[in-house]
């Protein structure tokens, strides 16, 4: 959300009407953008509209925003430009929901309109406040284009939807000073708030000193009045700006708990969104209370070579603690792979991935993420595939299913693990491998998985799927999103993504779980059970509706296992 030099207006107006994708970026003018907008095309006309994916019906949507339950009603704010379809105007719309997949919208929760604001109304976070009453601090852009954060709560707390909200007349509650040494273009995104032992809140705005990203952390008595701390929760040199920011505690158990909780059983996540990368990195470790650090664990890797919630197209994610069913959920924007001008021509952009719990692996390392258990009510015509054997070069079709709008679960098993490809230690980057082998680059065990989104002559399709490697003492398991093929439009951007599994032999072979979400112009991919997730924007010309097939596949020179398949259509949610 850094404010762009005059020079990027031009090129931005330029953009505007060229075919150049664009990567997810919050670099963009505040003054954009009001862009006209033709009338709502019809729903044939409209084949990447997702059918289980929130998004609003037109115009551009970005960071998910102030995530919580409130009175048994789950409420999502999300950063909105009301007036087109690219970034612009922002505001924080909003929408509530009892179940986490069909939503209702409601009014404009909070836009433009004191000085600390008029500028625009940024990213931030909810927190519930003693006796549990909500609150929101978000960014506001101040006349002198300043970043300052602000708050505001509900003007009615019996109203369960909170459909009004009221700002403090005290605002900028936190703001740059000659004094504190903040960078007045990259202090932004508050967290939700956390209560120390001592009765104080804590939160932490992102930032950045020249190329050291921070975690800046302020102290308050009564959420009204914040001190800067003298040093930040943790910092990084070489990270760059951090948007964004997330901390909040996880256990081993799959269960969540609240942002304030700390103890010697739990450690804590410090989540991060690198602006320079437009990727989410998080790292594990421990929170010291009393000296108010943040401490990764160690080999735990910062900035852009350390562990990502999502391999591919993710990004300012947000979580929040479900105190009814005791978890911790989390939500991540999906922006387009489109050009600019395809997005203004369909008059939308942007949308949100399902929510999915998130809880600390066994091996304290890294994290899981499964998708909600909720999203499965809209599961229909279920089709049921097991003890398959697929030889080499096997492409077997998956019908009975709407395959542009799915839910499908594989387990597989690799056997012969002494026949797998030799790895190269100079393997270092997974998406540089997966785009080097692609699905249709014939191994030994692998590439096996889904061809998704799939036109009837193979002309277009999305690949997900695993590679097994022999290491010197481990076996290595890659997990790839091919979209080199996903369309045969080439002004969309095909970048294709990977990432390794960390999983290991039981009894002398590999059982490889894969979940993908197929929503007409998002795959949403989970492997082995949740530790690593990949996520892809893909439109299809022709793979599209009734057109879109399913298949199983194994393009390698050893026999695979699909030792079950469980595949659903799904319905539409109510959005």
Not at 114 to 139: F, H, K
Not at 200 to 223: Q, T
Not at 416 to 432: C, M, R, S
Request: charged content about 20%.
């Amino acid at each position: 959300m850094s404010p762009p030099s005059s020079s990027i207006l031009l090129f931005l107006f330029l953009l505007s009407s060229s075919l150049v994708p664009l990567d997810a970026s919050h670099e963009v003018l505040r003054t954009l953008r009001s862009v006209p907008i033709a009338p709502s095309p019809s729903p044939a006309s409209q084949p990447y509209r997702t059918g289980y994916h929130f998004q609003p019906p037109k115009n551009w949507m970005n960071d998910p925003n102030g995530p919580m339950i409130y009175k048994g009603i789950y409420h999502l704010f999300y950063q909105y430009n009301p007036k087109g379809a690219v970034w612009g105007n922002i505001v924080w719309a909003h929408s509530t929901s009892t179940n986490l997949v069909d939503w209702f919208p409601h009014p404009i929760a909070i836009q433009p309109s004191q000085p600390s604001d008029i500028n625009g109304c940024w990213s931030g976070s909810a927190t519930l406040l003693r006796g549990g009453r909500p609150a929101i601090l978000y960014t506001g852009i101040n006349p002198e284009n300043q970043q300052v954060q602000n708050l505001a709560e509900p003007k009615n707390y019996s109203d369960p939807f909170l459909i009004e909200w009221v700002k403090s007349s005290g605002n900028p509650l936190m703001a740059p000073t000659p004094t504190n040494m903040i960078n007045s273009s990259s202090f932004r995104d508050p967290t939700t708030a956390w209560l120390g032992s001592d009765g104080r809140w804590r939160v932490i705005v992102g930032s950045k000193r020249n190329a050291r990203g921070m975690a800046i952390l302020y102290r308050s008595k009564n959420f009204v009045n914040w001190v800067k701390a003298k040093h930040p929760l943790h910092s990084k040199n070489g990270t760059g700006m951090w948007e964004c920011p997330d901390f909040y505690p996880v256990s081993k158990v799959p269960v969540g708990f609240d942002t304030s909780e700390n103890g010697p059983t739990l450690k804590h996540v410090l989540k991060v969104s690198l602006d320079d990368t437009k990727h989410d990195q998080y790292t594990i470790g421990n929170y010291n209370e009393v000296r108010d650090v943040y401490v990764p664990d160690e080999g735990q890797i910062e900035g852009a070579g350390g562990l990502r919630y999502d391999y591919g197209k993710y990004y300012a994610s947000k979580t929040f603690f479900d105190s009814e069913k005791k978890r911790r959920i989390l939500w991540g924007w999906v922006n387009e792979s489109s050009s600019t001008e395809s997005d203004i021509k369909k008059g939308w952009s942007g949308v949100q991935a399902i929510p999915r719990t998130v809880w600390l692996d066994a091996s304290g390392k890294q994290l899981l993420q499964w998708p909600i258990p909720e999203i499965e009510y809209l599961r229909t015509n279920k089709v049921e595939l097991s003890r398959q054997v697929l030889k080499p070069g096997t492409t077997l079709e998956v019908n009975g299913i709407s395959a542009a709008q799915a839910d499908v679960e594989s387990f597989f098993v690799a056997k012969n693990l002494d026949k797998a490809e030799a790895f190269d230690p100079k393997w270092t980057d997974p998406q540089i491998l997966c785009s080097r082998k692609g699905a249709s680059v014939k191994g030994s065990l692998g590439p096996f998985g889904l061809l998704v989104l799939a036109s009837k002559g193979l002309e277009e399709y999305t690949a997900v799927f695993f590679r097994v490697f022999k290491g010197q003492n481990k076996y290595v398991v890659l997990m790839c999103s091919d979209q080199s093929r996903s369309s045969l439009d080439n002004t969309n951007d095909k970048t294709t993504y990977g990432a390794f599994v960390d999983v290991d032999p039981v009894q002398g072979f590999l059982s490889l779980n894969l979940r993908s979400l197929i929503d007409h112009s998002i795959v949403e991919s989970f492997g082995g059970r949740g530790k690593v997730c990949i996520t892809a924007r893909v439109y299809p010309t022709q793979a599209i509706e009734s057109s879109a097939r399913l298949l199983v596949f194994n393009n390698g020179t050893e026999g695979i296992e699909l030792t079950k398949m469980d595949a659903w259509s799904m319905k539409r949610a109510q959005i």
